[in-house]
């Protein structure tokens, strides 16, 4: 005999209202902060390269170490964007309102400026800075950290290609950025970031210096020449059409509705009842209940029910209803009967 249980499935309400974000001031003082650890760790690495007691691979290095350090610290407050062309990249692709992006462009710009500021500072107080072998002083330090093309190239590439190289390095990085957002893992976010900056300068400083960052190549040419001043324009137009070309590409065929707020909300939502469903399905209980429906475990209790006679081979059952029924007398009573005669 079968018992048909009717459960009725509640759906869990969906709460779609806007996740609450800190507070503007507080999310642009961790773009300055981070900003800040970026450039000067990546600056600071990258002087000792331009006198040749550094290479290239170190200042990537050091690059792409420090902006794990400010997306793991700061990442959480702001988004961790430190660069204006992520910052676009992450507005086309609905990431951040557009107002604020700009003010997040504002704050990454102050604090790379921040940060080469105070590395100018103290290289000034050191003599070697000073003196005739540096090949002009702490201007043509600067300017040789300075991103640029032509004759300020280190390869002397070309203007077509500069911007070539600084398009395609940029939109790499901001589709990576883009892609570790909608990770569950989000612990390894920082990581592949970090180490995706650190590969592609690798890559373009031979080029260009390595740019894919506007506000780290205007915070240089503060304190280089002329020249560098110059050649600023083409590393932030590059660097954000990039940007955009991800942007637009994550838009229109990854999420086509934009990656809001909202958006990542419901996300997150699916993603701990699919995590739920699992652990259930996997549970001790569950799996006991569908043992005890099992064909073996039916089998186990027909056994069981067959070994319930007695020892003459009489069911009990059956006899105590034919007692009732007046049908017969019980098998016992018959023998009892027989011994006393």
Do not use: C
């Amino acid at each position: 005999m079968s018992t048909i249980t009717n459960e009725e499935t509640v759906e869990p309400e969906i709460d779609t209202e806007e996740p609450k974000q800190p507070a503007i001031w507080a999310r642009l003082g961790a773009e300055v902060i981070g900003t800040f650890i970026l450039v000067f760790a990546g600056l600071g690495a990258a002087v000792w390269g331009a006198l040749q007691v550094g290479t290239p691979i170190s200042a990537a290095l050091a690059f792409g170490l420090a902006l794990v350090v400010a997306a793991i610290a700061f990442g959480p407050v702001s988004g961790g964007h430190f660069n204006p062309a992520v910052t676009l990249g992450a507005a086309i692709a609905g990431g951040i309102k557009w107002l604020h992006a700009l003010y997040y462009v504002i704050a990454q710009v102050i604090g790379a400026f921040l940060a080469a500021l105070i590395l100018y500072v103290v290289l000034n107080t050191l003599p070697a800075f000073k003196s005739s072998s540096t090949g002009g002083g702490l201007a043509q330090v600067f300017t040789s950290l300075a991103n640029g093309f032509d004759d300020n190239s280190p390869v002397k590439l070309p203007l077509i290609g500069a911007a070539l190289i600084e398009i395609i390095a940029t939109a790499v990085f901001v589709s990576v950025i883009l892609a570790v957002g909608r990770l569950r893992n989000k612990a390894a976010g920082p990581f592949a970031i970090g180490l995706s900056l650190a590969v592609l300068l690798t890559v373009v400083a031979p080029f260009t210096g390595g740019s894919l960052n506007p506000a780290r190549s205007t915070a240089v040419v503060f304190f280089g020449q002329s020249e560098a001043i110059g050649q600023l324009w083409i590393f932030w137009v590059a660097p954000l059409a990039g940007a955009a070309l991800a942007g637009l590409i994550y838009r229109g065929f990854i999420v086509p509705n934009g990656d809001s707020p909202k958006a990542a909300a419901l996300a997150a939502l699916q993603d701990a009842e699919d995590a739920e469903t699992s652990s259930v399905a996997t549970s001790p209980v569950a799996t006991a209940v569908e043992q005890a429906n099992s064909p073996a475990s039916e089998a186990v209790a027909a056994e069981a029910s067959t070994q319930s006679l007695d020892a003459q081979g009489v069911d009990p059952e059956a006899e105590a209803r034919d007692f009732f029924d007046g049908a017969a007398k019980p098998k016992s009573e018959e023998s009892e009967a027989s011994k006393e005669n």
